[in-house]
């Protein structure tokens, strides 16, 4: 047969192209291929770019949430982010984190004291050590202690303080001989010595204290208190003083903080400690059966659970609220006249 004609005409081009198209060669792509090829590459490029991108930006905010070193930068709209000076003893160990990330949190950007900051937070009380920087503070830069707080902090002032909600104390050594006196007229009291530290706190008799210890204090120690299902607690409320002259105190009114010892108080015994004192691995509100009910099964807040066990035991808690907002209010009163005397040694334009 001619490969060229066909019977019913000419061979047409195609027909031509097709007995001679040469056979394509083995290991070449096509274009499409080639094409998705690239593009894969392309994206996993990007995607590990990605990636690098992220891990280094998440060893940035781990650092500077645990060791923040950076200092104020301009920030949008060419306004600049407020400074945080954060003071303590041993700062990076970890223990004040929650306090680097409260600020992060909220915009600032970590200073120091040669920065113009903004907010000073010290762990400590910060005038005397700091008392120089302190001294010529601008108008704009806050602190979050005041002069002479001291005297409601500092254990030794707080408990001797005269009101009729705080047990007997008396300052050793300076009031050792009042506190002698004083154990002629109630020699079946106990007592308890305490310094600032709040740390080994033992009961003990009169003859078993260390009346010459400097810097600590003797308080009665209450020795009927009330049980919640046989164990000793303490109480915590919050409040913050805004101002000193005038004077201005807030309180917190719905909520407080409830906890609990590891050990039942009776049967007592005034050496093991667990009984009376509560440690930092105290037992919280919602592992009490007494309160469980409340706080877990009806959503209760602290205080409220409290209040409704107290009115369930036929307890007047409305008027030991009362007390309690009378007690914060009689200790600032009386140590308003002290905080206004060393506030004059620290000048203010406002």
């Not at 007997?168 to 106990?190: D, G, Q, R, V």
């Not at 210890?213 to 049980?227: E, M, N």
């Amino acid at each position: 047969m001619d490969l060229f004609y066909r019977k019913s005409g000419p061979a047409r081009l195609e027909d031509h192209d097709q007995v001679y198209q040469k056979p394509r060669t083995r290991g070449i792509i096509s274009r499409p291929l080639s094409l998705v090829v690239i593009i894969v590459l392309a994206l996993g490029v990007l995607l590990t770019l990605l990636n690098i991108y992220e891990l280094h930006k998440m060893r940035e905010d781990y650092a500077a949430h645990l060791i923040p070193t950076m200092e104020a930068k301009e920030g949008k709209y060419a306004t600049k982010q407020p400074i945080v000076w954060i003071e303590g003893k041993n700062k990076h160990s970890g223990y004040l984190k929650h306090i680097f990330a409260v600020f992060d949190r909220i915009g600032y950007a970590i200073g120091d004291a040669e920065s113009d900051w903004d907010v000073l937070w010290s762990h400590e009380y910060p005038f005397e050590s700091l008392s120089k920087k302190i001294s010529t503070a601008k108008p704009h830069q806050k602190i979050n202690h005041f002069p002479g707080s001291g005297y409601i902090t500092n254990k030794v002032y707080l408990a001797t303080t005269n009101t009729s909600f705080i047990p007997k104390a008396f300052k050793i050594p300076s009031e050792t001989k009042k506190f002698l006196a004083y154990t002629k007229k109630h020699p079946n009291k106990m007592w308890v010595q305490k310094k600032n530290t709040h740390r080994g706190v033992k009961i003990k008799k009169t003859n078993e204290l260390d009346l010459g210890s400097t810097g600590s204090f003797v308080q009665q120690y209450i020795d009927k208190p009330l049980l919640i299902d046989g164990r000793k607690f303490d109480i915590g409320i919050y409040a913050v003083i805004t101002s000193i002259d005038p004077l201005r105190v807030y309180i917190v009114d719905d909520e407080a903080l409830y906890r609990f010892c590891t050990k039942n108080y009776h049967p007592f015994d005034p050496y093991d400690t667990k009984k009376y004192v509560v440690d930092d691995d105290y037992i919280p509100v919602w592992q009490m059966p007494s309160l469980m009910k409340y706080y877990t099964d009806l959503g209760y807040s602290f205080k409220e659970t409290f209040s409704m066990y107290l009115k369930s035991k036929g307890l007047d808690y409305e008027k030991m609220w009362m007390d309690m907002r009378e007690t914060v209010a009689t200790v600032a009163v009386q140590k308003e006249h002290n905080f206004i005397n060393i506030l004059k040694k620290y000048r203010s334009s406002r």
